[in-house]
Nanobody
Framework: QVQLVESGGGLVQAGGSLRLSCAAS????????MGWYRQAPGKQREFVAQ???????NYTDSVKDRFTISRDNAWRTMYLQMNSLKPEDTAVYYC??????????????WGQGTQVTVSS
């Protein structure tokens, strides 16, 4: 069984910063990639950023140069440093992790979500 625990959301003024964390634990053999998605009220969930083996990163255009995705050396915790936040960044942020389990099964797992609210 795999658990993903997110933290770091909150309320911040426009131009401020927040750092999200996502910690993975459980029956994990290895992690192929980790990513962040977000869902604003009334909108579909959208991709924000991703980090894959080899530390290859991808970002959606709207957050490039403002957000930075990173991970710890053990590939068990992922971070999203969010700077220069805008009201349009307001959403529930979800971590997504692609995991190979100890029994060699694999799949995508989702965190419970953390609310980020940016006031103007």
């Amino acid at each position: 069984q795999v658990q993903l625990v997110e933290s770091g959301g909150g309320l911040v003024q426009a131009g401020g910063s927040l750092r999200l964390s996502c910690a993975a634990s459980g029956a994990i053999r290895l992690i192929n990639g980790m990513g962040w998605y977000r869902q604003a009220p009334g909108k579909q969930r959208e991709f924000v950023a991703q980090i894959r083996l080899g530390d290859i990163t991808n970002y959606t255009d709207s957050v490039k140069d403002r957000f930075t995705i990173s991970r710890d050396n053990a590939w068990r915790t992922m971070y999203l440093q969010m700077n220069s936040l805008k009201p349009e960044d307001t959403a529930v942020y979800y971590c997504n992790v692609n995991i190979v389990n100890l029994d060699w099964s694999s799949g995508d797992y989702w965190g419970q979500g953390t609310q980020v609210t940016v006031s103007s």
